[in-house]
T-cell receptor, first 113, second 116 residues
Framework: NAGVTQTPKFRVLKTGQSMTLLCAQD?????MYWYRQDPGMGLRLIHY???????AKGEVPDGYNVSRLKKQNFLLGLESAAPSQTSVYFC????????????FGPGTRLTVT | AQSVAQPEDQVNVAEGNPLTVKCTYS??????LFWYVQYPNRGLQFLLK??????LVKGSYGFEAEFNKSQTSFHLKKPSALVSDSALYFC??????????????FGTGTLLAVQP
């Protein structure tokens, strides 16, 4: 049982390049989330999904797109990377009960130059 | 608006001493509260949660938290700190306006430094 996994762990992009971050969970969770973590700002929700085929915007969605074609996978895309997107990105998943906690992946450190 | 505040950016404590990491919340209705820990270069790990019932909640690694409704606080505590407890701690509250999404609203984090 691997929990939540993320690939890649590190990435350096040039401004304007695109990339996709992959999140996978093996806990059969319905809900999945993408966050970014920046110093002094805690975690901010980018996009989330409440089930296969669904996505919704979070607090800071601009410049990102997501897809959830399979229940276990949640992809985060950057179509044209900007230096402001330099951050650590975390994926999380959760069951559907209100008392359910979120389980986090190990993170992806992205640098945009 | 719903929010979580962690008033201290950093807490310093000597090994063996008790520690407290503070968290206050602002929500309408009954809060669902969580504490997470993040070790360097790692993801967040769940420590404990308060949903209902006993105001003193026990969690992983000897941590506990006290829910205080009148003070709208959920402070994290440990009777005797270890150097290995040094990490970044996040308080979070369930977004009650988020519908059936289990979204969380996080505080900005408190860095706990335990000196040997």
């Amino acid at each position: 049982n691997a929990g939540v996994t993320q690939t890649p762990k590190f990435r350096v992009l040039k401004t304007g390049q695109s990339m996709t971050l992959l999140c996978a969970q093996d806990m059969n969770h319905e809900y999945m989330y993408w966050y970014r973590q920046d110093p002094g700002m805690g975690l901010r929700l980018i996009h989330y999904s409440v089930g296969e085929g669904t996505t919704a915007k979070g607090e800071v969605p601009d410049g990102y797109n997501v897809s959830r074609l399979k229940k276990q996978n949640f992809l985060l895309g950057l179509e044209s990377a900007a230096p402001s997107q330099t951050s650590v990105y975390f994926c999380a998943s959760s069951g559907t009960g209100l008392s359910y906690e979120q389980y986090f992946g190990p993170g992806t450190r992205l640098t945009v130059t | 608006a719903q929010s979580v505040a962690q008033p201290e950016d950093q807490v310093n404590v000597a090994e063996g001493n008790p520690l407290t990491v503070k968290c206050t919340y602002s929500v309408s209705g009954n809060p669902y509260l969580f504490w997470y820990v993040q070790y360097p270069n790692r993801g967040l790990q769940f420590l404990l949660k308060y949903i209902t019932g006993d105001n003193l909640v026990k969690g992983s690694y000897g941590f506990e938290a006290e829910f205080n409704k009148s003070q709208t606080s959920f402070h994290l505590k440990k009777p005797s700190a270890l150097v290995s407890d040094s990490a970044l701690y996040f308080c979070a509250v369930r977004d009650l306006y988020g519908g059936a999404t289990n979204k969380l609203i996080f505080g900005t984090g408190t860095l706990l430094a335990v000196q040997p």
